[in-house]
């Protein structure tokens, strides 16, 4: 009798001690520690650093980080390494391999992946995921507090759904560790950081500036492009038939190779015009390869296989964009080759697989330029171009859309957005969300953007979601619309304007905080603008141009892609005087 109690005894002791152990953390203590290999890559000493951090701010306790991988205190390993391997018996992955996987091991958290920057996201969505930090924009974190946190039996795993990722909204552009937070690894320059680096395609339209005009064009004007039985001066394509052309490219394409070592994929595209060369050297090698595009193809592996000499782990990358758009026939890109495809004429209002008969066409490109090119970049787009302010309900295509150039063998998304100021229609939210989508086009966009309204909006928040879903109902099953709509296009009316003023006005009486109050008017700017621009004479009257003007200066926002901010407010109290 005596054996068994204390049989018991020991069972319950033993019982007691591994779930005190699996406590994290618990009101201010923990008998964690973070282990880190000494041999550890530099994100993954960030990302380690990092998860200390966070802990510490959400529940006062701080973990030590240790290199003592035996130690025999309960622990959060980070990265891949010799005590890892024995627990899971998994090999190592490349080191630029970014998907990644946390995992309880007995009393054991461990986080690993490649080593560049797979680590680093595993520990990234464990914060995330598990302990509710979202980094929603470069100034908001959520950022919870925790008294405790028991560790559960965790076994995660996540891999990109697309290679390279990236976007341009002005209000998260060059903050390194926004986009390493939300998994975004590749901008308009390369950045080496703590976070794993940052990839970088360069460049677009790039032909012109290899040979420009003020070079060569009085000494060589059978460089440019044949127009109307003339050789054209000013902005428009090269003669790619013209063998010296080709060594101007490729010798000053490698020598910009050499000084900029960094970036992954170079651009050598055609400039951005229809004027394309008519002679009949460039007319005969499109009527043999089926296009326009197998001109530029012909004319890009020339000097794709200079380049793989010289540079054999980099890529030349050329445009299928507007005229050139149409894969060619009888000729493939070279294996170092990346086809930026553009989505330029599509309809937005609908996912590009949805039947649109507007993206019709562009989904047969889409098709066969992923049966011809062995790597094949979208270049997206995300905004209004022609009113960057005003509502343009996209959202609801966001995630199909990315599927879609996946599912067809992208390798990576460039979402173009609003690059040249704050203030545009939804730019911190949409931000947010497009990089979750990168990484995932599978998620639910609605939930994405009730995390995102919640946590950045505070109180204001119930009527920001109800303005944003007023918005996405403006979308119609036969309405339509492209990048570059005015204030006139059928998708407004009056009544919705209305609706979205009484809307945002209780989000900025329920502002706790004139932040909060701050964000709000950003969100208003959208009504307003639209407002302003259907009723120029009335909104000089009635104070609501003196609101939005003054808005767009405190922001320094732009209205429209390519125009300044005074000519813009010039030009509208003049025309709203007439």
């Known amino acids: 009798m005596k054996s068994k109690l204390f049989l018991t005894f020991i069972v319950l002791l033993l019982a007691t001690q591994t779930n005190a152990a699996n406590w994290l953390f618990r009101d201010g203590k923990s008998d964690y520690k973070i282990v880190i290999s000494a041999s550890a890559s530099t994100s993954e000493k960030t990302a380690a650093k990092e998860l200390q951090q966070y802990i510490e701010q959400m529940s006062g306790c701080l973990l030590p980080i240790t290199n003592d991988l035996n130690t025999s205190s309960p622990r959060v390993i980070v990265g891949y390494n010799a005590r890892l391997a024995l627990l899971t018996g998994t090999m190592e992955p490349a080191a630029n391999d970014e998907s990644f996987t946390y995992q309880t091991v007995g009393k054991d958290l461990l986080i690993w992946g490649g080593s560049q920057r797979g680590t680093m996201y595993g520990v990234f969505a464990f914060l995330e995921r598990e302990l509710g930090i979202h980094w929603l924009t470069p100034k908001c974190t959520v950022l919870p507090t925790h008294h405790s946190w028991k560790l559960r039996k965790l076994n995660h795993s996540e891999k990109p759904f697309l290679d390279f990722r990236y976007s341009n909204y002005f209000v998260a552009s060059n903050v390194p560790q926004w986009s390493a937070h939300t998994r975004e690894n590749m901008k308009w320059s390369p950045t080496i950081n703590e976070y794993g680096n940052i990839e970088a395609y360069w460049g677009a339209h790039t032909m012109g ?20 039985g003339k050789r054209y001066g000013g902005y428009g394509q090269l003669c790619l038939s013209n063998p010296e052309v080709l060594e101007v490219c490729k010798t000053r394409l490698m020598q910009f190779m050499r000084r900029n070592p960094n970036y992954r994929i170079y651009s050598l595209s055609q400039n951005d015009n229809f004027l394309f060369c008519q002679c ?108 960057y302010i005003a509502p343009w309900p996209n959202f609801q295509v966001l995630g199909p859309n990315i599927k879609v150039f996946g599912d067809n063998k992208a390798i990576g998304v460039f979402e173009e957005a609003q690059y040249q100021s704050a203030g545009a229609e939804f730019d911190e939210l949409k931000a947010w969300v497009v990089n979750q989508l990168l990484w995932n086009p599978e998620q639910d966009v609605d939930s994405l953007v009730s995390i995102f309204v919640k946590g950045y909006y505070g109180k204001a928040a119930p009527y920001v979601k109800e303005y944003y879903d007023l918005c996405q109902s403006l979308v119609k099953p036969d309405l339509h619309y492209g990048i570059y709509i005015r204030e006139n296009h059928e998708i407004y009316s009056d009544d919705f304007i209305l609706k979205a003023f009484a809307i945002l006005d209780k989000a900025k009486q329920a502002a706790e905080s004139d932040n909060i109050r701050e964000q709000v008017d950003r969100v208003r700017m959208q009504p307003l603008y639209l407002y302003c621009m259907r009723h120029k004479a009335a909104s000089m009257q009635d104070g609501r141009w003196s609101e939005l003007k003054g808005l767009m200066q405190k922001y320094k926002a732009m209205h429209r892609e390519g125009h300044n901010q005074a000519g813009f407010f010039q030009q509208f109290e003049a025309e709203a005087k007439m």
């Open 280 to 387: 009949d050297k460039c007319k005969a090698i499109e009527d043999q390869y089926g296009g326009h595009s197998g001109l530029i193809v012909w004319f890009v592996n020339q000097v794709a296989d200079a380049v793989k000499q010289e540079f054999p782990d980099k890529f030349v990358g050329t445009f299928a964009y507007q005229y050139s758009r149409q894969p060619p026939t009888g000729i493939k890109p070279r294996e170092n080759v990346v086809i930026r495809l553009c989505s330029i004429e599509c309809c937005f209002a609908h996912p590009l697989d949805a039947g649109c008969p507007q993206n019709e066409k562009f989904m047969c490109d889409l098709k066969g330029w992923a049966e011809l090119a062995p790597h094949l970049f979208i270049w997206d787009y995300i905004v209004d171009y022609a009113q």
């Open 209 to 228: 500036e290899f040979v420009t005009t003020k070079e060569f064009f009085g000494s060589h004007p059978e460089y440019f492009c044949l127009r109307d």
